[in-house]
């Protein structure tokens, strides 16, 4: 695999992972890499080194560095993710073995693993040409996807979210004078339709992005918007289907987060059916995220710089 790197190299001593616990039921763990930040041929090659065969064939069919590296990171952050998660016996990257469901979704596959006797782990990807993610729940499915804010379409935002989005959401969008406001709102109400699908393990062609309606609601007066601006720190973020406006979903949660200032990230999982207070709806979902350079250093993100909610939780 012949990826040119640059000057700065990672002294890596040591193959070993560091344990995490494993998320509770309420919680989600949100794992990131910069594919900039990771430029020392040798770390490259161990990453190589932990995907199956079949992985490694992918990886080196790629055409162009840029895409070998990218395809490289995120099998490896997803096999590294995985393995912390280390409950009864040591699960190393390499031993991991997934499956696809009926749509294509990937999934673990832990049938052999025997004494794994905790309820499932359950992950999604997601990636740009500058951040590859990982979302991580127990027994809960989730979809979780990320966008680049300096993204840009080919056509007109207006033209492009008529032929994707709700009649409800291509309104909300055209009453936007701003363009630039108008390109934001529309890649975060992108980016919760994309986790939304995914969480549903169901595919685009199954789940139509026309069919749903994203909406935040304010905390305070319970009124709905689509536009993640009006106290959207306090909003929470729902789904409606077109088939019966007034009947809301109750069975999932979102997160919309802004990271380091360059990124959208839009997290979707099921709610625990347990998970409720009497009297006040569904517990908020509690959400860690990391940045990790697997088999080199990870770091807990917080802070306003670093981490913003946009909506959600």
């Known amino acids: 695999m012949k990826i040119h ?6 002294s890596v001593s040591s193959s070993s992972l560091v344990p995490v616990q494993l998320p509770s039921q309420m919680e989600t763990h949100f794992w990131y890499i910069l ?3 990771v430029k020392s041929a040798t770390l490259l090659n161990q990453y190589l080194e932990i995907l199956s065969p079949c992985e490694k064939e992918n990886v080196l069919r790629m055409h162009g560095d840029h895409l070998k590296k990218s395809a490289l990171l995120a099998r490896a952050l997803v096999r590294t993710t995985i393995a912390r998660y280390q409950i009864n016996s040591q699960v190393s990257p390499t031993s991991l073995k997934f499956r696809k469901n009926v749509y294509g979704k990937p999934e673990l596959d832990w049938q052999d693993h025997y004494d794994w006797n905790t309820p ?3 992950f999604n990807i997601s990636h740009t040409s500058s951040l590859i993610a990982c979302g991580v729940t127990l027994d809960s499915p989730i ?7 300096q993204r840009t379409t080919k056509n007109n935002i207006l033209s492009f979210a008529r ?3 709700s ?16 390109r934001q709102e529309f890649l975060k109400l992108w980016t919760l339709k994309e986790a939304y699908v995914k969480a549903l393990g169901r595919g685009f062609s199954a789940a139509p992005f026309k069919n749903f309606t994203i909406r935040f609601r ?12 009006s106290n959207s720190k306090a909003s929470e973020i729902i789904v409606e289907f077109s088939d019966d406006q007034k009947n809301l979903t109750s069975n999932w949660q979102f997160a919309l987060l802004e990271l380091s200032g360059s990124h959208y990230a839009s997290i979707c999982k099921k709610k625990d059916d347990n998970n409720t207070v009497q009297g006040k709806g569904c517990v908020p979902m509690k ?13 807990r993100i917080s802070g306003k710089d670093a981490l913003i909610l946009v909506g959600g939780l």
């Open 5 to 10: 790197c640059f000057q700065r190299n990672f």
């Open 167 to 182: 009649p409800g959401e291509v309104e909300s969008l055209t009453i936007i004078s701003d363009p630039e406001i108008q």
């Open 120 to 122: 499932p782990l359950h």
């Open 287 to 299: 959400l860690t995220v990391r940045k990790t350079i697997p088999f080199v250093e990870d770091k």
């Open 35 to 37: 594919p900039d930040e």
């Open 143 to 149: 979809g979780i996807d990320v966008e680049e804010k």
């Open 218 to 229: 304010d905390a305070t007066n319970e009124d709905l918007h689509i536009s993640g601006n």
């Open 163 to 165: 032929r994707y989005f």
